[in-house]
């Protein structure tokens, strides 16, 4: 059977970071990177620094008792006197060091280890580290930091405070994807870029833009019928003084006009079936106008107007185009081999 300070030093050195050292006063010393966290004289006894409150319940239930040497200090000597009388001396002190968590020697800034301070300085960069160290924090659910860091997992909850602290001050930038991403944004996979390749549009890209065709004719016919009835009732006196403000149904009939001749040259691109290809260096170009940013790629003389979302991952490299030649609709795109 091992022996009480075998078993100490198997359970303690199994924690990340511990190291078993000869202690100056004899026994062996356990460190977590420079910090003494405690020691151990043979099989009989362990001298161990706890904060005030822990030292306070150990004390009070019967765990440890105060240092012989030193009793006015936080040092505190594990003894259970019930499980020594039961099992024997060593198996006591082995019990009672075991049962303590990692982080109970950290009773302040300057306990913790050398890491754990430098991240708290340049990562959190408090005004006050000794004191920021001892005031709840809502992020850690309104706890101190010494209470989280000397809680069982201290450790991973501390590393994952700092990870999302970092995160947060110093969000990574998102990698601008590729031309394989503006498939899902232009509504096209390999099977539409093999038809179009062909020179045909493809059958799925066909009924999404017959969609599309349909609204702009109702769009139309509802601004060109809403245009002539505003006029009629302008001039038969309905709304106001007769023929005032005949300016809005006519602009909503132009606006119609605009909107079915767009219509009736998509209708034309279905109806015909015919993809046309232009290829050659992608460029970006943002333009302003009365309602607000126009955003567009350029290519081989081209242009198209796309959404934001399309603009932000377009890749300023040589590119193949496939689009409708009369309503200049854009179909596809991948890079020009």
């Known amino acids: 059977m091992k022996t009480a300070g075998a078993l100490i030093r198997d359970a ?23 910090k003494e966290m405690g020691h151990v004289h043979g099989d009989r006894l362990a001298d161990l620094p706890l904060p005030r409150r822990i030292y306070d ?3 009070a239930s019967g765990r440890a008792q105060p240092h012989h040497v030193l009793p006015d200090t936080r040092l505190g000597q594990l003894l259970d006197e019930r499980s020594r009388r039961r099992r024997g001396r060593h198996r006591a002190v082995s019990h ?20 754990v301070q430098q991240r708290i300085r340049t990562v959190i960069e408090p ?32 590393a994952d405070y700092f990870a999302k602290v970092e995160a947060f001050e110093h969000p990574s930038p998102k990698p601008k994807p590729g031309a394989e991403d503006l498939g899902h944004l232009l509504h096209f996979d390999s099977a ?17 833009l017959w969609r599309r065709d349909m609204l702009q004719l109702v769009g139309a016919s509802a601004c060109l019928i809403g245009g002539i009835v ?6 038969a006196g309905w709304f106001t003084a ?8 006519v602009a909503l009939m132009l606006l119609g006009v605009l909107i079915g001749f767009a219509s009736t040259l998509l209708w034309l691109d279905l109806a015909t079936g015919q993809v046309s290809t232009v290829q050659g260096q992608l460029q970006m170009v943002v333009t302003a106008s009365r309602s607000g940013l126009v955003h567009s790629i350029q290519v081989g003389g081209l242009s198209f107007t796309v959404s934001v979302q399309v603009y932000d991952h377009s890749p ?12 200049q609709t854009l179909l596809a795109l991948e890079p020009a081999m």
């Open 316 to 327: 300023a490299t040589p590119m193949r185009v496939y689009y409708l030649r009369r309503s």
């Open 230 to 235: 505003f006029n009629v009732g302008l001039f």
């Open 242 to 249: 007769r023929g005032k403000g005949a300016g809005l149904g």
């Open 96 to 115: 009672a060091v075991r049962a303590l968590p990692v982080g109970l020697s950290y009773d302040g800034f300057g306990s913790l280890p050398e890491d």
């Open 12 to 34: 303690v050195t199994s924690w990340s970071g511990v190291e078993a050292l000869p202690h100056r006063f004899g026994g062996v010393e356990y460190r977590y990177g420079r």
């Open 57 to 59: 319940e150990v004390i």
């Open 127 to 158: 005004a006050d580290p000794v004191s920021w160290v001892q005031t709840p924090i809502p992020a850690l659910e309104g706890k101190t930091f010494l209470d989280v860091i000397n809680s069982a997992d201290g450790k991973a909850a501390v």
């Open 192 to 208: 539409d870029l093999d038809s179009n390749r062909a020179g045909l549009i493809s059958a799925s890209q066909r009924s999404r």
